[in-house]
């Protein structure tokens, strides 16, 4: 049954959404950098928190500074090539790339992006259920907040919302799915498969646990599906995003099962919570308490320590979450 299961929420991804490529265009940088040589890629995933003004408020200086320090970070050329944002709802958010130096931006899913509908019984009585008062009865209001920035040139990007039956309370009011690019780095003969989504929050969702736990298994299946329909050609996949993951057990065993391990993804960074309000580097990455994490597979390996982005030296964050970098070295 759970083979069924998998095999529906697949056909459901491959339906859904944009899964055929759709163009991607060069920005033209405020300051030039040279194009990448062939030698290792640094990644970097970070939620940005750009969230709409109640939500959040003073953020487009913090996007601001985000992407100043990124434009630094190129200038001395220690910059990461490749950056996926989550939370990048504001046009100050979806500018970071541009003002940070960053040839090509690519966006995931917009607010008009059709969900796909529910088709099991389990997931129809799902959706009949579904709160007024929490946002999910209504068309989302906002995209999916996710975003690329790559000094690689993108042969391909994919975008594919999560299905209707696939979000809880708040979450939406914004088209959450997931985002995916194949970048051409130079001397590799496959490109490598840059794969960005932010999953279903738990408390802040404001809905009951086992109604955000159902969704969020919908969206690890779902997600699962967009990963194996992307590496079919052999090519090296590296995985980044918010999942959300904390302290639940419940939401652990999920990721576990259901994506990491069964899939032999392996964790390369991850930004724990360490408290309310709490974010830090994962001393041994993996998903237990986990925020943002970076996992891979394919003809890839990770090389040097994790590295965290976005603290001031005086303890001070660009954002209520840490972002996580890591280097990867192409076999």
Known sequence: MRRLGIMIVAAIVLVAGSAEPFAVQAVQAPVPHAAPAA???????YNVEGLPWPLTHGRTG???AIAAELRSLHESGAAPQVVAVQEAFGDAQK??????GYRYTVYGPDAAMPRAAAVTAADQAFVADASLWHGETEAPREDSGLAIFSDYPVLWARRVPFPAFACAGYDCLANKGMLAVALRLPGQAKPLIVIDTHLNARTASGVGDARSLFAYARQVAALRAFVISLERDGSAVVLAGDFNV???AARQRVLAQGLIGNDGLTVAASESACGSGCRNLAAVPGIAHAKTILAYRGRLGATGLPVSF???????????HIGVMRT????
Do not use: C, H, K
Not at 39 to 45: D, E, F, Q, R, Y
Not at 310 to 320: K, M, N, R, V
């Open 310 to 320: 976005g603290t001031a030296p005086d303890g001070s964050q660009l954002s209520d």
């Open 246 to 248: 904390g302290n639940d």
């Open 62 to 64: 913090a996007a601001a």
């Open 328 to 331: 990867f070295a192409p076999a």
């Open 95 to 100: 500018g970071i790339g541009r003002a940070a």
């Open 39 to 45: 030698g290792p890629v640094t990644l970097l995933s």
